[in-house]
């Protein structure tokens, strides 16, 4: 059976992303859990076809873990999906005050980091996942506390558990589905696409970004994100991640390309429908 590589355990943001897209696309894949994002990465190729990740939340940015290995792996983005995201805490403790301990995932941690704030005289730790966050407190002493997904707690599961405590309340992640395998599907009539490419500057000149800004803007071409990342080999030099509206097959998107290629390797990681919040 086919398979999807994704952050486990059961229960995550990740685990509901997965099984949301093989709803909505009626895939038989099996998910296959992973103790980290890395990992689950790592396995897209291998031990399994598709992988379903986190990568951009609307109030904290990209995860730049997720960007830098489509840097150096040879990843197809096919798809989009977008996920309402509402954390809760959950506590072994009766009172707020009397926490010491804290669990919450390294991503949660900038959506929570209002509410993490409020709090006094809490060591917080760092996890891969917000069950395994959930499994920490499960397991452990009277003063833990986790951050977890609001949806993996019951009412009367522990003495205390505080709902909503995103910064944000209308909180949101954007998970991507990558696949080994770069056979774009065919363009669907009436659907909206967007392309994600890396641009890189091999030959460091001025105006770098500028001409290719130029390429997209004066084929009125939008642009829905844009954002560096460092090379890692030296101080000042960076790829840059753009996504914009279109397909790769349109005409003007093919003709902006060219030309950026010119002076700059592109890497286009994939054409694919657009969502919005309720798709
Ligand atoms: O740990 C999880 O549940 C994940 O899937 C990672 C994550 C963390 C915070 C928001 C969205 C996804």
Known sequence: MKKIATLGPKGTFSDTASQK????????????????IKLALNAVGHSCEIGILPVENFSEGFISLVLDHLLDADLFIMAEIRLPIRFSLVSNSRLKQDIKHLFVQFVAKGQCSEFIGSLHNVEVESTESNIESLVH???????YAAIVPSNAVQFGDFPLVLEDINDYKNNETRFLVFSKDHTLAAKQANTDYKTS?????ENDHPGFLGEVLLSFSSRKINLTSIMSRPTRQTFGKYHFFIDFDGHIEDKVIALALAEIKVNCKVKVLGSYPKLN???
Do not use: K
């Open 137 to 143: 407190v499960q397991q452990g002493q009277g003063n």
């Open 21 to 36: 897209y093989i709803a909505a696309q009626n895939l038989s894949h099996e998910i296959e859990y992973f103790d980290s």
């Open 197 to 201: 490419v890396i641009v890189m500057d």
């Open 277 to 279: 919040a309720q798709s």
